[in-house]
């Protein structure tokens, strides 16, 4: 073979290249070695790590590829205020004042400067369907003409449930033709319930939520309770949410499964929205039901009042208009003991105090008792169980008598020694699984603050009422008649 390189040089390359060999081999040696001595370092640390016990780091670093999940928090300087209509001729021996609904109302819409959403059952706010003149409406006519001047100046939209060709329409019509836009929710066709639920949401940061109808007796005939919270639009947003879903079935003939993901929430039972409300540090969340038109991650309603009962620990207060373990309006008749099975259930492995004020006027159902007098006979000082159950009757001047649909206690709220619930519904079955239906959750029980938390403040409204004059023992030998 010829080459242009002479053999010395061959000699020379051929023994550098073995070499550079030889230390490769050494080198891989080296690094083996060092892997290997690595290794052990790493498993010995471990044994002694695991068999050596050691207390948590109090302070651990936070790691940007491994974050744990937080409750949603809010920043919004939150202000919530109980408020109340209390009926005309009804006086209490108490120092609990709340603002009036009617003002919160007013105030609401002298604040709007851009939309105004209303989720409602219905709409009386003049007494045209009394035939009357009654001098206390004014009220709700006052509210009706606030809302139809201001429908002409922002956007108003109100979703009500699809009305009944013998309810009064007028107020809807002049609305309408006020600039307001209003849709229909065909409830009983979707699931064979009502859209029952009673709330607003202003400018996107205001909402109120509670028991009064669109009605000018929820202002000065019924009593009723709710609440208003001001500046606080991630909770708004969230109401919102639950309102677009009305919206959006006033159009719809089918209720969406599952919901598309802008309905969804964060903010529920398990993980509640941690915000201020005055100055307070709370943790507050919505529910609604009936299940099927809660987006993702909603609590419903009824989950939310058995996770509510749950949570208490001393005592359990309720405040509503109707309470019976059944599907109140359904064929063929159900029974229905979600909640009334909780009651017993907490009373007696929990020892939990359990107090119910319920309603007793004109239109009470007389098949409510037998249940509420079973309920009742849970008590026992000797075995500590304490289930009492009270009948709140508003009175009535013989004017007021001929009132339709008045004088009655219409709260809808429940108190715990944690947890302040406000809600819409009635407590039977159908409001839970077929009837739209909303509440406002709120536990402040983390609180160090000297403000008065909701919580206390709606114990000392269910104890006024409960202490009150219009308040009577339902025993078993209770009669009805006298009473309601």
Same mark, same amino acid.
């Given at each position: 073979?010829?080459?242009?390189?002479?053999?010395?040089?061959?000699?020379?390359?051929?023994?550098?290249?073995?070499?550079?060999?030889?230390?490769?081999?050494?080198?891989?040696?080296?690094?083996?070695?060092?892997?290997?001595?690595?290794?052990?370092?790493?498993?010995?640390?471990?044994?002694?790590?695991?068999?050596?016990?050691?207390?948590?780091?109090?302070?651990?670093?936070?790691?940007?590829?491994?974050?744990?999940?937080?409750?949603?928090?809010?920043?919004?300087?939150?202000?919530?205020?109980?408020?109340?209509?209390?009926?005309?001729?009804?006086?209490?021996?108490?120092?609990?004042?709340?603002?009036?609904?009617?003002?919160?109302?007013?105030?609401?819409?002298?604040?709007?400067?851009?939309?105004?959403?209303?989720?409602?059952?219905?709409?009386?706010?003049?007494?045209?369907?009394?035939?009357?003149?009654?001098?206390?409406?004014?009220?709700?006519?006052?509210?009706?003409?606030?809302?139809?001047?201001?429908?002409?100046?922002?956007?108003?939209?109100?979703?009500?449930?699809?009305?009944?060709?013998?309810?009064?329409?007028?107020?809807?019509?002049?609305?309408?033709?006020?600039?307001?836009?209003?849709?229909?929710?065909?409830?009983?066709?979707?699931?064979?319930?009502?859209?029952?639920?009673?709330?607003?949401?202003?400018?996107?940061?205001?909402?109120?939520?509670?028991?009064?109808?669109?009605?000018?007796?929820?202002?000065?005939?019924?009593?009723?309770?709710?609440?208003?919270?001001?500046?606080?639009?991630?909770?708004?947003?969230?109401?919102?949410?639950?309102?677009?879903?009305?919206?959006?079935?006033?159009?719809?003939?089918?209720?969406?499964?599952?919901?598309?993901?802008?309905?969804?929430?964060?903010?529920?039972?398990?993980?509640?929205?941690?915000?201020?409300?005055?100055?307070?540090? %709370?943790?507050? =969340?919505?529910? @609604?039901?009936?299940? *099927?038109?809660?987006?993702?991650?909603? !609590?419903?309603?009824?989950? &939310?009042?058995?996770?509510?009962?749950?949570?208490?620990?001393?005592?359990?207060?309720?405040?509503?208009?109707?309470?019976?373990?059944?599907?109140?309006?359904?064929?063929?008749?159900?029974?229905?003991?979600?909640?009334?099975?909780?009651?017993?259930?907490?009373?007696?492995?929990?020892?939990?105090?359990?107090?119910?004020?319920?309603?007793?006027?004109?239109?009470?159902?007389?098949?409510?008792?037998?249940?509420?007098?079973?309920?009742?006979?849970?008590?026992?000082?000797?075995?500590?169980?304490?289930?009492?159950?009270?009948?709140?009757?508003?009175?009535?001047?013989?004017?007021?008598?001929?009132?339709?649909?008045?004088?009655?206690?219409?709260?809808?709220?429940?108190?715990?020694?944690?947890?302040?619930?406000?809600?819409?519904?009635?407590? %039977?079955?159908? =409001?839970?699984? @077929?009837?739209?239906? *909303?509440?406002?959750?709120?536990?402040? !029980?983390?609180?160090?603050? &000297?403000?008065?938390?909701?919580?206390?403040?709606?114990?000392?409204?269910?104890?006024?009422?409960?202490?009150?004059?219009?308040?009577?023992?339902?025993?078993?030998?209770?009669?009805?008649?006298?009473?309601?």
């Amino acid at each position: 073979m010829k080459t242009d390189i002479p053999y010395n040089q061959l000699v020379d390359v051929e023994r550098r290249r073995q070499e550079t060999y030889r230390k490769a081999q050494v080198y891989s040696r080296c690094i083996v070695a060092l892997a290997t001595v690595a290794a052990l370092l790493l498993a010995a640390t471990a044994l002694y790590n695991l068999l050596t016990p050691r207390a948590p780091p109090t302070h651990p670093a936070p790691s940007s590829s491994l974050r744990l999940p937080r409750a949603p928090s809010c920043s919004d300087p939150c202000r919530i205020v109980l408020l109340e209509s209390i009926p005309e001729g009804l006086t209490f021996n108490s120092s609990t004042p709340h603002p009036s609904i009617y003002q919160a109302w007013l105030h609401l819409m002298a604040e709007a400067r851009s939309s105004v959403d209303i989720a409602s059952f219905y709409w009386t706010l003049t007494n045209k369907d009394t035939g009357t003149h009654e001098p206390s409406a004014n009220q709700g006519e006052t509210v009706l003409k606030t809302l139809a001047k201001l429908s002409g100046k922002v956007s108003v939209r109100i979703a009500v449930n699809t009305p009944q060709h013998s309810q009064p329409q007028d107020d809807l019509r002049l609305l309408n033709a006020s600039g307001a836009n209003i849709r229909e929710v065909n409830v009983k066709k979707l699931t064979s319930g009502v859209l029952h639920t009673k709330f607003w949401v202003v400018d996107k940061k205001h909402i109120y939520i509670g028991s009064a109808n669109m009605d000018w007796r929820s202002l000065t005939q019924v009593k009723e309770l709710g609440a208003v919270v001001y500046n606080c639009s991630c909770l708004a947003a969230d109401l919102g949410k639950i309102f677009e879903a009305y919206w959006f079935l006033g159009e719809s003939d089918t209720v969406p499964s599952p919901w598309p993901p802008s309905f969804s929430t964060n903010y529920n039972k398990d993980t509640p929205l941690e915000l201020p409300l005055n100055n307070t540090p %709370s943790n507050v =969340y919505l529910s @609604s039901s009936p299940p *099927s038109f809660c987006g993702t991650g909603r !609590t419903g309603d009824l989950q &939310s009042i058995l996770s509510v009962m749950e949570d208490a620990q001393s005592f359990i207060y309720i405040a509503v208009m109707n309470y019976l373990p059944t599907m109140e309006f359904s064929h063929p008749k159900r029974y229905w003991a979600d909640i009334d099975t909780q009651l017993r259930r907490v009373s007696y492995e929990k020892r939990v105090r359990v107090r119910l004020l319920i309603s007793c006027w004109a239109s009470t159902q007389p098949i409510m008792f037998p249940f509420l007098k079973s309920l009742a006979s849970v008590y026992d000082p000797k075995s500590r169980l304490d289930i009492q159950v009270r009948l709140f009757v508003v009175p009535a001047t013989p004017q007021q008598k001929e009132i339709p649909f008045a004088r009655v206690n219409h709260n809808k709220y429940m108190v715990t020694d944690k947890i302040a619930y406000i809600g819409t519904s009635n407590w %039977s079955g159908d =409001y839970f699984v @077929s009837t739209a239906g *909303s509440a406002l959750v709120v536990n402040q !029980t983390a609180s160090e603050s &000297s403000e008065t938390t909701v919580q206390s403040q709606l114990q000392a409204v269910f104890e006024r009422d409960w202490d009150s004059a219009y308040s009577t023992p339902l025993t078993q030998h209770s009669n009805l008649k006298n009473l309601c």
